[in-house]
């Protein structure tokens, strides 16, 4: 009996302190994101003062009718909205493309091109920032949204595509010399095929 008491309380300390540890961890993480918001409604004063208040005398909601007043943000943040769509979007159909053409048809060098889109991975990418910035200032493309667009959908889709490639080669080729004999085409095969079994399945 007395082993079994023992044994609950064990279980409830290890509970009380998995919860307590859980706390502690998300307090960590939402910690930064409540002291952006208190900094955001304090004066300047307030802001500048050390120690800083964690929070503000009286909430100064008027800094986001300046905020706005000030600077374009609803543009910055269509801005950031339409970029970040864009590179998902390019980067899904790019290495979706290239992992089927790695996985499924054959070609010379097949491997060379695989390990030479894998290639620039290996490169820090502060060493790629004054290249960059010199061959979109060549091509005048400074300040523009493909700026940012292109450096980032080439940056993400060699990664994206080792990890669809490594799926691929789970499935049967089988799958995809049935669809040619059926008469389907490459492109075909690979929406109607490799999108429906590409996802996560139960049994």
Not at 184 to 194: G, P
Request: hydrophobic content about 55%; proline content about 7%.
């Amino acid at each position: 009996m007395h082993t079994e008491l023992a044994k609950s309380v064990w279980q409830q300390l290890r509970r009380v302190l998995a919860i307590a540890i859980l706390c502690v961890v998300s307090g960590v993480f939402v910690f930064p994101f409540f002291w952006m918001i208190s900094c955001s409604l304090k004066t300047l004063r307030e802001v500048m003062v050390f120690p800083p208040p964690i929070l503000p005398a009286v909430p100064q909601f008027e800094n986001y009718a300046t905020a706005f007043s000030r600077a374009p943000l609803m543009r910055y943040g269509l801005n950031s909205l339409v970029v970040c769509v864009s590179v998902i979007v390019l980067t899904i159909v790019l290495s979706t493309m290239a992992a089927y053409a790695l996985v499924f048809l054959e070609f010379r060098g097949k491997e060379g091109v695989y390990l030479m889109l894998l290639a620039p991975q290996m490169v820090a990418g502060v060493t790629l920032m004054l290249p960059l910035f010199m061959v979109l200032h060549k091509l005048k493309m400074l300040n523009t949204l493909p700026a940012l667009i292109i450096p980032y959908t080439v940056l993400f889709s060699p990664f994206s595509m080792m990890l669809l490639r490594g799926y691929l080669e789970t499935i049967p080729k089988e799958l995809v010399e049935a669809g040619r004999v059926d008469g389907a085409s490459e492109l075909w095969i690979l929406m109607a095929d490799r999108a429906q079994r590409s996802g996560p399945h139960t049994r």
